[in-house]
């Protein structure tokens, strides 16, 4: 598996304790900046394949709309059901204002 810094949006875009989806290299993920750290995990639930943007934040975790599982922003372990299945986690960069990703490329 290759794995490529791909650009996600800019620092300045995402205020401390936030979330937001972006669409990097045909993956939808959601940031989150949690005491001034970002976070990159899948942006789908799960259970039902929910956008986790429409979700809660609190603190460190998502919730998801539809049925509430949460997810830990940094392990992307699942804190409550129904899900069982964790998130994916990507590695973050922050250079020159822009946040980074590190995503797979082609087939994963």
Do not use: W, Y
Not at 34 to 58: N, P, Y
Not at 76 to 98: C, R, W
């Amino acid at each position: 598996m290759i794995l490529m810094i791909q650009e996600a949006m800019k620092d300045s875009e995402l205020p401390d304790g936030s979330m937001a989806t972006v669409d990097v290299a045909g993956k939808h993920l959601l940031l989150a900046k949690i005491g001034g750290e970002v976070h990159a995990v899948s942006g789908f639930c799960t259970h039902e394949e929910t956008d986790l943007g429409l979700g809660f934040l609190v603190e460190d975790r998502v919730t998801c709309p539809l049925h509430l599982s949460s997810f830990d922003l940094k392990t992307g372990a699942v804190l409550n059901p129904p899900a069982t299945e964790p998130l994916q986690t990507f590695n973050v960069k922050i250079e020159d204002g822009t946040i980074f990703v590190e995503v797979p490329q082609g087939g994963s």
